[in-house]
């Protein structure tokens, strides 16, 4: 199905490419009915880095199609809908950064408005419980609590999950707002793994599970992720909070509208629920085949899927053994979540915060204020979970996911018997379309194979958030698409 009738005919019309047929050297795709549609620039992927690309080449007068696979355009970034959820929390990308200069611009010029964040896995002070180690901790207990695992005080007193920041900070070589010296092969030393730089430090295997390994925001464990890629998120983070623009938060009624009016200002046609399954390429020419067995065949493509997506696609002449390995190999943050509605103020009943991050399938179960006009209402609860806890809930029914998440939260605080609804269900890991919340690097990764992702392969161009070298998230998207289209934009001249 394609975005819609109008575009579709729209398309058609400018094109003339119905009375085209196939074979002729022209550039095509077969419709429904066999005709040939063709178009110079394919793009696979309607997230941000699909978009930005699309919307570049179109103000350079480049005309392109977008291909995705599912029936909605943004990607990772995703609204629940405010029927399905109160408040409409986002599932996928949170936190605009008031320095994401080509995200900020582009919902300026879409006419989105930005408003402030939409805290969801950091509550504000005093709404926090740790529910760890079968136990109900209030922050000022932690200290002090007899299986509080970390050896240093400063650490013994922090949120188990800042302590590794504060390792990152203190241990960072990089130089201070240089956004790209984690590719600097001078830096390559650090390429290895987190514990590798907390054992050195004395923190025990207990602490680096509970601190880094449980419910944590990026990755698995402290042994598989690299801490050369903490150092880039510090220095982005730094870099972020320097900007000092004044702008930066959350897009009014959903970050998702912003990637929908991206969608909207590009004038050429985006094909949904049309997922790719291989892309060949001959001397002057693409082929793109869909799940579907439809062709669609283009001057130069720009793949922008996750590299766990596009293990999925076949490609043919194949990629340089490296690159490939590099798309089979890198990591995706796994990430599920359950929401909830409130049919009772749970945390009334028992006195303690309504938020808290727990070391169980319920993760960071964490209360949402999400109406502006009610700021302190709770709109909805959310079990947000990720490391090997999300890979587990992510392999079982929604039906089995919600009875675990709701079961191991009543066990650890008998206030919740009864007061939620789960309401609705989502996981980023094993989704075919995506695989996790966002890559993150192995252990000597980035060494090996950062470098490898961009690199055009004849007239495949690559984007996606993984491929970008100054931002990250959202605004790495976008500066990967920019950059896939600018390299296409040469080559078409
Ligand atoms: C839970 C979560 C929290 C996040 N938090 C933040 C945050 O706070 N701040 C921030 O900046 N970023 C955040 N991010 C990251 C941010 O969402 C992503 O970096 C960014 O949106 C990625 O855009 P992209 O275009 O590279 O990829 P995607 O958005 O994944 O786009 C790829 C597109 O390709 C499509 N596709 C996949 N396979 C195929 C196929 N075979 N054929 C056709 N189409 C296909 C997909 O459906 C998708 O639409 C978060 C992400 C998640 C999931």
Known sequence: MIKNSIKRRTFIKKTGLLSIPLGLGLYGCQDNKGSAIETDIAIIGSGLSGLNAALTLQAFGYKSTIIEATDRIGGRVYTAKEEDVPGHPELGANGIGGGYGRLLSAATKYGIEI????PRTEPRKGELLYAIYDDLILPDQWKTHPKNPFHLDWAKGMSPTSVPWKVYADTNPLPENDLTAWRDPKFAEWDRSIASVMKEQGFTEEAMKLSVGTNSSYGISADDMSVLNFYQILNFISQQSAAKTGRGGAAIGGNQR???????????????????????????????????????????????????????????????ALQQEGIDEL???????????VKKNYWEEDGLPPSMWSDKLCGRFMALKNDVDNPEKVTSIVAYVNTNEALKLSKMSEKDAKAIVMKEAEEIRPSLKGALEPVYYWKWSNNPYAGGAYAYWKPGQITKYADQFANPHGRIHFAGEHTAVYFRGMEGAMESGERAASEVMKLVG
Do not use: C, W
């Not at 790719?276 to 082929?287: G, N």
């Not at 796994?334 to 929401?339: F, G, I, L, R």
């Open 258 to 320: 912003i990637p929908e009016a991206m969608g909207n200002a590009y004038t050429g046609d985006i094909r949904q629920n049309s997922p790719v399954k291989s892309i060949s390429a001959a001397k002057d020419s693409v082929t793109i085949t869909l799940d579907n067995d439809k062709v669609v065949k283009a001057k130069y493509v720009i793949i922008t899927l996750p590299a766990y997506a596009l293990r999925r696609v076949k490609i043919d002449p194949p990629l340089p």
């Open 331 to 341: 990591g995706y943050t796994p990430n599920a979540q359950v929401h909830f509605t």
């Open 115 to 118: 408003g402030p964040m939409r």
